[in-house]
Antibody
Framework: EVQLVESGGGLVQPGKSLRLSCAAS????????MNWVRQVPGKGLEWLSF????????DYADSVKGRFTISRDNAKNSLYLQMNSLRDEDTAVYYC?????????????WGQGTLVTVSS | EIVLTQFPDTLSLSPGERATLSCRAS???????LAWYQQKPGQAPRLLIS???RRATGIPDRFSGSGSGTDFTLTISRLEPEDFVVYYC?????????FGQGTKVEIK
């Protein structure tokens, strides 16, 4: 069974940094591309970032480009999102999401999310 | 960037009725790289349909997808009580991989 478990969320002040992690299990992590998607409570979904299985290609949404960095450690079956210069509008539930293969862009599984609250 | 507009924002129907949800793209979504997700309250989204019309594993056959180019449709043939939730479309043809704003299906 595919499992994605996010951690690292919490309350952080504007301008500060936070690092989210996603622990993957139930599949061969090193063979799949991965994503981060966020959702402001009560609002819609916003795709943030994508990384291929080998980290050879990385994409970002304009809203986080230059502030957020996606990375992965295939030996640890883990995905990360380093979030710097956080803003109030970054408050959201952050989901780790698997793509359907090594270079595939379709999201087929989601974690349960971790809440990030940016507030002074 | 491809902007996806879903309509209606809210669909009010009764159990057993047919639901038709629309997703319109600002530019062609080539290869029909369009997915539909269902999200229940407090849960993560779940993949229903990929490639515009391919049902995901374990999804009941009352859910179907159609369309191409810029116009796509999710149809729920007979609404069950658990179907009254929110649905999102997403294009994965080009980055950024944008989502529609969602359609809420509510009980009339």
């Amino acid at each position: 069974e595919v499992q994605l478990v996010e951690s690292g969320g919490g309350l952080v002040q504007p301008g500060k940094s936070l690092r989210l992690s996603c622990a993957a299990s139930g599949f061969t992590f090193s063979s799949y591309s991965m994503n981060w998607v966020r959702q402001v409570p009560g609002k819609g979904l916003e795709w943030l970032s994508f990384i291929t299985s080998s980290s050879s290609r990385i994409d970002y949404a304009d809203s986080v480009k230059g502030r957020f960095t996606i990375s992965r450690d295939n030996a640890k079956n883990s995905l990360y999102l380093q979030m710097n210069s956080l803003r109030d509008e970054d408050t959201a539930v952050y989901y780790c999401a698997r793509s359907c293969g090594a270079g595939c862009w379709l999201i087929d599984y989601w974690g349960q999310g971790t809440l990030v609250t940016v507030s002074s | 960037e491809i902007v996806l507009t879903q309509f209606p924002d809210t669909l009010s129907l009764s159990p057993g009725e047919r639901a038709t949800l629309s997703c319109r793209a600002s530019h062609n979504v080539d290869n029909n790289y369009l997915a539909w997700y269902q999200q229940k309250p407090g849960q993560a989204p779940r993949l229903l349909i990929s490639d515009a019309s391919r049902r995901a594993t374990g999804i009941p056959d009352r859910f179907s997808g159609s369309g191409s180019g810029t116009d796509f449709t999710l149809t729920i043939s007979r609404l069950e009580p658990e179907d009254f939730v929110v649905y999102y479309c997403q294009q994965y043809y080009i980055s950024p991989r944008t989502f529609g704003q969602g359609t809420k299906v509510e009980i009339k």
